[in-house]
């Protein structure tokens, strides 16, 4: 027998919607690209992506046509979301740190036939434009005044080509399971590999988000997301923020430290998301200017391991914090370090342990750890072991990609490794292509950057994995000092002694001036393993 509840399937669109007819006068801030503070609201950013949408539909855009997008956090990017997914099209990130040729390729096996884009990318798109065969026009996300002369074909500025349209149109409706959104891993190794999100995952996953232990924001709050929308599908905040009518703060191109506290600060902005990285520069921004920020209540860090040293900041602040793992095939959301019963309570050094941990998963995410044969593993927090997950907002496959992702179970394999404890926290060790194999034992990359980074005169740290003639490969720490400091190899490793089991100890600390990242912020481990290839340990003899 079938339930009698409406036929009313989940979709993008249906969020924006909401949020202009119930909280249409909730402002929607942003540093534009072209200098000033722009203010608008959830209504006309509504009115304003149904122009869109009528613009592509006269444009012949079709459902699961794909319009790639490739610029930073504004109102203009947010309308275009809505816009392009509104007539079923399909809005596909593009993350502009990678190299012009990933660039092409991603256009390219996408087959993108609209790019959207800022003034700051004019010349990478240029340079590429000839190769991108699929590409039937750019629009550049500014006015008229702003709109440079350019090579790019039929291109035109956003405000003209909506203003051609008068936005009398309406959604187009379709199966809640139709492709909304593509955003492409950016894989270290091998092609990107391009992540399709439904209207129905998305839909989901912005109620996984609102969850009050995952991004913590209401309709009272104000939320700045550092991360991009082109990162990892915004970490469902473009969806989330308008489903509960909570203010948006966007800053465009600047994310430096001084101009993030700016806008944290003048937009009293309660929770924030975004990568270590960009923590670390705000962090040292308001050290060296003795700054605070009363308004902030939450910071939401994900995309890499938080440093236990960046929580104590931020608490010594007075600011919460949510350690939080996910990955762009999961939407991204997967675990949040929220303080649950009996842990709430804890003080001082038991309570960092818990905020440490990359926390436990909202309802609609299940996670399991096996072996490598796939045997399931104990939750007892300290068996590490392939992470696998399932859910409705986690991938079943990459797009015209013909390979076989989810095991017998349905689970996908995440790549990394982890523990899990009795309470669903999870910790991640590692990658497991990154994790130290020592003599038939597990050493955690991760454990030993996060202590070494707490050292005070260190700026970032990498270990990687070294040939070793008797242990097959041993810990070696890459250094990056910060700024007019200076440590020495014994310095560090007496910082890091009785910290650890002394097996895990790194054999030796190499001192660099930069620590390579990939394009969305993690260490990118092959190229320091490509630096240090001739690299052989002072005991390899052993
Ligand atoms: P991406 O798809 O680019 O977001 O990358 C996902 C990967 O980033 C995960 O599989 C993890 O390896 C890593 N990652 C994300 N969040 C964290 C975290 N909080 N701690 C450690 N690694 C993380």
Redesign the pocket.
């Known amino acids: 027998m079938l339930g009698l509840m409406q036929d009313w399937p989940l979709l993008c669109h249906r969020i924006i919607e909401h949020a202009a007819e119930v909280h249409g006068t909730q402002e929607v801030v942003t540093r534009s690209v072209e200098g000033p503070i722009h203010r608008t609201n959830y209504r006309q950013i509504r009115d304003r992506a149904l122009k869109v949408s009528q613009r592509l539909d006269r444009d012949g855009i079709k459902l699961g046509d794909r319009v790639a997008t490739i610029a930073w956090n504004t109102w203009r990017h947010l309308e275009a979301w809505y816009g392009i997914m509104g007539i079923g099209a399909i809005c596909h990130t593009v993350n502009p740190r990678l190299f012009p040729e990933q660039i092409a390729w991603i256009i390219n096996h996408a087959e993108d036939r609209v790019v959207m884009t800022d003034l700051t990318f004019i010349p990478i798109l240029e340079k590429i434009a000839d190769k991108l065969p699929t590409v039937e026009r750019y629009i550049v996300f500014t006015d008229k005044a702003h709109m440079p002369q350019t090579t790019l074909k039929n291109a035109v500025a956003y405000e003209d080509w909506i203003a051609e349209v008068d936005g009398n149109f309406k959604w187009k409706t379709f199966d809640e399971n139709t492709a909304a959104a593509m955003c492409y891993?950016?894989g270290t190794t091998g092609d990107p590999k391009g992540v399709l999100y439904s209207h129905r995952s998305n839909v989901l996953h912005a109620l996984m988000a609102n969850n009050g232990d995952s991004l913590g924001a209401n309709a009272a709050d104000t939320m700045l997301p550092v991360v991009p929308l082109f990162?990892?599908n915004s970490w469902g905040i473009a969806f989330s923020a308008p489903s509960m009518g909570t203010k948006l703060v966007f800053p465009g191109a600047k994310l430096d430290g001084a101009s993030v506290y700016e806008l944290l600060d003048t937009e009293k902005v309660t929770h924030t998301a975004g990568v270590p990285t960009v923590w670390l520069m705000l962090l040292n921004h308001m050290a060296a200017n003795k700054l605070t920020l009363p308004h902030l209540r939450m910071v939401v860090?994900?995309?890499?391991?938080?440093p236990r040293s960046m929580i104590q900041s931020f608490l010594d602040l007075g600011v919460a914090v949510r350690?939080?793992?996910?990955?762009?095939?999961m939407s991204?959301i997967?675990t949040l370090a929220a303080l649950k019963p009996p842990f709430a309570e804890l003080k001082g050094e038991a309570r960092l342990d818990i905020l440490q941990t990359?926390g436990y998963p909202p309802f609609g995410v299940q996670m399991k750890i096996t072996d490598d044969a796939g045997k399931d593993l104990p939750w007892d927090g300290k068996t590490f072991g392939r992470l696998k997950v399932s859910g409705p907002a986690v991938s079943k496959a990459y797009f015209r990609l013909d390979a076989e992702i989810l095991d017998e179970d349905g689970y996908f394999d995440?790549?990394?490794v982890a523990t899990i404890d009795a309470h669903g926290y999870m910790r991640?060790t590692d990658?497991s292509k990154d994790v130290i194999k020592s003599g038939g034992e597990w050493i955690s990359s991760?454990d030993l950057e996060n202590l070494a980074v707490g050292h005070p005169a260190v700026a970032e740290a990498a270990v990687i994995g070294v040939y070793h003639p008797k242990w097959d490969e041993r810990p070696l720490l890459i250094i990056q000092l910060k700024q007019g400091q200076s440590a020495t190899r014994e310095d560090i490793l007496k910082f890091m002694d009785g910290k650890i089991a002394k097996w895990w100890m790194p054999d030796d600390v190499a001192f660099v001036d930069g620590i390579p990242h990939?394009a969305?912020g993690?260490i990118l481990k092959t190229a320091l393993r490509d630096q240090f290839k001739a690299y052989s340990f002072p005991n390899a003899a052993a």
């Open positions: 891993t950016s990162h990892a860090c994900g995309g890499s391991a938080m350690h939080a793992w996910g990955m762009t095939e991204p997967g990359q995440t790549g990394d991640i990658r991760i990939t969305t993690k």
